[in-house]
């Protein structure tokens, strides 16, 4: 009987029993010991910490489970992605300096690197066919719609075939897998449409593995980078970005990696969507991630001075001459803010209209601050004279450095912000004819 009672007891203790996923890191030139990380839309956070076995070799334990991302590294800015879960040895070696460069010996983790190159070239050769498509006619068109339909057929295979293979990476295919409007719009009015609807289609949010999957956060990364680019209002743009988060729980894990991703890439571009949100952020998460929270709210009261409506933040810079100059100096005016550089064929060409749009207006209250990205004197006073550009300049030769370009946000040039009389953002980005309409309804 005693003995029928220790093997009941070994039943037990067996159905709580959990092998262990082993990950083992042979590393060089580390300082400390490195870290495994998670990720969770807002920060990189530690969640395991090794056991040193040797000199520079790592040991990290953890049960075994379904397949899952996580990163491996010493600190958030020096990190490899790793997936752990199903395989009971795992080897990581590389040097401590640079883990984006480690070799991670994983069946699983081999195939998640094919799965991206893959994914890659699916990606540029069908960037190709589009600019293919957009250029040709008649025959060629239908030539290069049934080049894309087999382009469509093989993401459709490679996503069959990674969710054989495993579940996991037949979730990465599936936030990745996005078929050809030519072939498969039918039913929408037009290709941005098609897009905003149809670009996670494949992808099933009630899937509790979203929750902790990086691509949740890429996949709207990369959705919202084409939302905002392709130059819809900011209110189309807020629909369709509202409509894909829809499909969300709110205050989930998976709703605060996708919010998260649409709220970087918002601030990123300085869209003006930004604050808006930001601000379903900070009501989402506020209670879950205080501090997240806290950190979204700040980046909204600092963005709040740069997207329409906001007080454009006042700066003092160099004239020509050597004088300094404040944009607060040109209060009760119209006044219009332009980033550009004697080097920037775009902002040469359009030197022209914005001459025309200066003379025109000039006696009726507008006024105009240029900005230079130059590093040198000469090559900026020459371009002011060549192109008759005869408002105020300001610059203090630091090229792609420029303090007021680096506080504005300012990526690319040509790059205007339009201000009313007390300092206010009225646009942002205004050239040719959408600039000649603005100031049109403004002044006439």
Known sequence: MIR??????????????????????????????????????????????????????????LPESANRFYYVGVNPQNLTAIILGQ???VAVKGHCGNFRTARIESPVNEAYQSLKQKLNDLQARTGVLNRKFGMAAGENQEKIGAEL??????????LDSMEKEDPLLGKVAAINTYLSYQNNGGDYENEIDYYANEFFHFVNFEDPAYQYLPWTYEGFRNFTTTIISVGLPEAQQRA??????????KGGLTHK??????????????????????????????????????????????????????????????????????????????VLV???????????????????MYNKYKDKGFD?????????????????????????????????????????????????????????????????????EKLEELFD
């Not at 332009?338 to 025309?356: H, I, K, L, M, T």
């Open 149 to 158: 339909k087999a382009m469509d057929d093989e993401r459709l295979a490679l």
């Open 368 to 436: 105009i601050l240029g900005v230079s990205l130059d590093k040198t004197q000469d090559r900026w006073l020459q371009a002011i004279e060549q192109d008759g550009l005869e408002w105020h300049h300001v610059s203090d030769l630091k090229g792609w450095s420029n303090e007021v370009a680096q506080a504005y946000g300012v990526r690319s040039i040509p790059h205007t912000i339009l201000l009313d009389q007390e300092g206010r953002i009225i646009a942002r980005n205004l050239r040719g004819q959408a600039l000649e």
């Open 4 to 61: 029928s009672l220790f093997v009941s007891m070994l039943s037990v203790l067996s159905l709580y029993a959990t092998a262990q996923v082993t990950l083992r890191c042979e590393l060089e030139a580390c300082v400390e010991s490195p870290s495994l990380f998670e990720f969770d839309g807002s920060t990189f956070f530690p969640v395991r910490q090794p056991s040193k076995v040797g000199e520079g070799v790592y040991e990290f334990e």
């Open 240 to 249: 369709y970005l509202e409509a894909a988060l829809a499909k969300l729980e």
């Open 87 to 89: 395989e009971t040895q």
């Open 257 to 334: 990696l996708a919010l998260s991703g649409v709220a970087a890439t918002l601030k990123q571009k300085n869209n003006g969507n930004f604050v808006y949100f930001g601000e379903l952020f900070v009501d989402a998460f506020k209670d879950s991630d205080p501090s997240a929270a806290a950190t979204m709210k700040a980046q909204i009261g600092q963005m709040k001075s740069f997207v329409v409506g906001g007080q454009a933040p006042d700066f003092t810079q160099k004239t020509p001459d050597g004088a300094e100059m404040s944009l607060s100096d040109l209060r009760g005016k119209i």
């Open 338 to 356: 332009d980033f550009w550089a004697s080097w920037c064929g775009p902002c040469r060409r359009e030197n022209p209209n914005v001459v025309r």
